[in-house]
């Protein structure tokens, strides 16, 4: 069978007779994949004129809904990527983590667009900047969806997760995406393309896939185009230094193999819950995906004075993880990709055997317990000891590429901090200990040189995600050698697929522009009170005024004693000297409370709830004597999805509070929300 890539709209076949594929369990070949004869130019063209402007064109919102659909559809479908992830060599854990994981990146995102994103095209970043003394020109930056392509160049150890957790973001930001999967294992990545493309939940041209070489793809990529690349750092560092990346400026984000590192704390001796932790997650390291993880942990750091007993627990928990063929009872870790993958691993062990000891192990005490020995892809799991790794260097700079990692002792915590460093930059360190001093020295001393640190103790042990794990809600990335980019990371990964652009103008202007109102915009004005108006009604700028109130000092003593606030400024005169108060002054909430009771229309209306309020700031005292009023003003309006069991229709209007007293000078800043009823549709 040959692999197809989907084109232009359209599933071929390339030509030739293409690289073969095997199952990495048993050796048998399993398909051939070529992508030989791709017009890869006209591919990025179709995806920039085909999928972008669609994707544009929806808000965030609308974006999120269809990732949560796709998240929806894939999950009814996994059975079918299980029963083909095991010729990966995937146990079901590993699978799991693949599938479901990535399944899991479309429904973090697909929330994040919908409650952590306006219900717009475009982002807001930041707050508006004053640049002239009377208020009439201010800037402000938008970020918007670049007018290209994803390009997706991934590697062989997730077929599903290394797709699915890309996609997610650069489809969130609106931009449409080439994904090219490793070789090797695209096979199961092309499966599940076609279950999404058959779903028709993305729009056409947003996703293409390439399965086989990616040819002269980078030779067509323009300013517009974002590339990624997950991989070996030769590879990449090859990739993002071809001519045509550099002149163009192309976005590169690279995300390499990294020889991260774990540390055992101190007081982590043996007995302790948290050594017990350390050698379980070493040992998880090792296996998960037999190794094959950018963030699989390959150098393992211990207290000179416990190496013998970390050695002797890594090697006992070792022997009880059965290798062999993963869809068989009771394996627990599976083969490499390919056949090529231990050549590699087996070669990279060979060079680290020259400056360290083999501990339990390596290659020649392979054992399987089911599936084909001498076709299928195994390495059996491999502990070395590094004696001196402060002077050599071979541990710190080559990556065995599979279930290898090598322990090696500190002396004190500055030493162990610089060898966590001496990896020249990871994807991840953790560190294992209850002490938390020891725990913010290692960060503080390493987090330079790592893109995540794990700090696990029995507090948090139940419930963390380990290690390895990556989670879209943070950066995953690392310096130096681990490619110095950035993926996932919430609101952040999205913003690599967008432009950041100053913007400058009036304040109307700019109101107009962003669709959220900006202090000195023009105001528009009307007799019905906007509480009594549904959501669709209200418009970005409109303004209420109240009328005004004077605070009384009953006023103060009443909230002092209904809040049990009695701070000495509001309640006691004879304290008030060396302070900046001037006679007994009103509570902030007070001022918060009584211009709520000026704007609030009592009546039953379209206004649902009060959502709550950001932003509160008191900016001048307001003294027994002051009066006040309230300038209400129309700030943003973000339209929510209706639910089932929702009553009505509605969305959060966001309202700009400006309480000012008799002076017309600003006493207090809040920006209030509230449900509000909207039309139904």
Not at 136 to 158: K, L, Q, R, S
Not at 434 to 455: P, Q, W
Not at 610 to 639: H, M, W
Request: with cysteine; charged share 25%; aromatic share 8%.
């Amino acid at each position: 069978m040959k692999l197809k890539n989907y084109t232009l709209g359209k599933w071929v076949e390339g030509s030739g007779d293409g690289t073969p594929l095997f199952n990495a369990v048993n050796g048998e070949q399993i398909a051939t994949a070529t992508s030989n004869g791709l017009d890869f130019k006209a591919m990025l063209e179709y995806a920039r004129t085909v999928g972008g402007p669609p994707l544009r064109k929806m808000t965030f919102h609308d974006r999120g809904r269809m990732l949560k659909a796709l998240a929806l559809h894939l999950n009814e479908k996994k059975d079918i990527f299980y029963g083909l992830s095991a010729a990966t060599g995937a146990t079901k854990m590993d699978s799991w983590i693949d599938i479901e994981g990535g399944i899991g990146n479309l429904f973090v995102y697909a929330s994040k667009g919908r409650r952590d994103m306006p219900d717009e095209s475009f982002y807001i970043d930041g707050n508006a900047e004053a640049l002239s003394k009377k208020g009439t020109f201010i800037g402000h930056h938008i970020c918007v969806p670049m007018e290209g392509t994803a390009v997706h160049i991934n590697a062989f150890n997730f077929p599903c997760w290394g797709m699915l957790e890309k996609i997610a973001v650069n489809f969130l930001a609106g931009v449409p995406a080439v994904v090219k999967p490793a070789t090797i294992t695209s096979f199961l990545t092309e499966i599940m393309v076609k279950e999404i493309i058959d779903s028709k939940i993305l729009p056409e041209g947003a996703l293409q896939l390439i399965c086989g070489s990616a040819g002269d793809l980078l030779s067509h990529v323009t300013s517009q185009d974002i590339v990624t690349f997950t991989g070996s750092a030769t590879t990449g560092r090859m990739l993002k230094s071809s001519e045509n990346i550099i002149n163009n400026s192309v976005r590169f984000n690279m995300e390499a193999d990294s020889l991260n590192c774990s540390i055992l704390g101190p007081d982590a001796i043996p007995g302790t819950a948290e050594f017990d932790l350390f050698i379980k997650e070493v040992v998880r390291e090792m296996t998960v995906k037999a190794g094959q993880k950018c963030t699989a942990i390959r150098r393992v750091l211990v207290p000179e004075n416990l190496t013998t007993e970390t050695i002797d627990a890594l090697k006992n928990r070792l022997a009880g993880v059965p290798l062999g063929d993963p869809s068989m009872e009771g394996v627990k870790m599976g083969p490499l990709a390919g056949k090529v993958q231990v050549d590699e691993v087996k070669e990279r062990v060979q060079d680290l055997l020259g400056v360290c000891e083999l501990a339990y192990g390596g290659y020649d005490s392979l054992e399987v317990k089911s599936g084909d020995k001498e076709k299928g892809a195994y390495m059996p799991t491999t502990l070395l000891y590094c004696d001196d790794p402060n002077s050599k260097m071979e541990p710190h700079s080559i990556e065995a590429f599979g279930p290898v990692s090598t322990v090696m002792p500190y002396k004190d915590a500055e030493n162990a901090a610089e060898l966590s460093k001496m990896g020249m930059g990871s994807l991840v360190s953790s560190v294992f200990t209850a002490d938390d001093n020891f725990a913010k020295k290692m960060v503080l001393n390493t987090a330079s040189m790592h893109g995540r640190i794990l700090v696990l103790n029995e507090e948090c042990a139940k419930e963390s995600t380990g290690h390895g794990s990556p989670m879209p809600h943070l950066v995953h990335g690392g310096p130096g050698r681990a490619g110095g980019g950035e993926e996932m990371g919430g609101i952040r990964g999205v913003m690599h697929y967008m432009q950041r652009t100053a913007i400058q103008g009036s304040p109307t202007t700019i109101s107009k522009i962003t669709n959220e109102y900006q202090v000195g915009a023009a105001q528009t004005f009307d007799v019905k009170h906007p509480f009594m108006k549904m959501f669709d009604e209200l418009s970005i700028g409109e303004t209420y005024i109240t009328h005004k109130r004077t605070v009384t000092e009953a006023d103060i003593v009443n909230f002092a004693n209904v809040s049990g606030d009695h701070f000495y400024a509001h309640t006691d005169v004879t304290s008030l000297e060396g302070t900046i108060f001037e006679q007994r002054v009103a509570h902030g909430y007070f001022i918060i409370s009584a211009a709520a009771g000026l704007f609030v229309d009592p009546r039953k209306g379209p206004v649902l709830a009060n959502y709550g309020i950001d932003e509160c700031r008191f900016t001048k005292p307001v003294y027994v004597g002051a009066t006040i009023g309230v300038r209400l003003t129309v700030k943003q309006k973000i339209s929510q999805e209706k639910r089932d069991d929702d009553p009505c229709a509605k969305g959060i209007v966001k309202w700009l509070v400006e309480v000012y007293d008799e002076t017309d000078e600003t006493v207090a800043l809040a920006t209030v929300l509230t449900l509000v009823q909207r039309k139904e549709d």
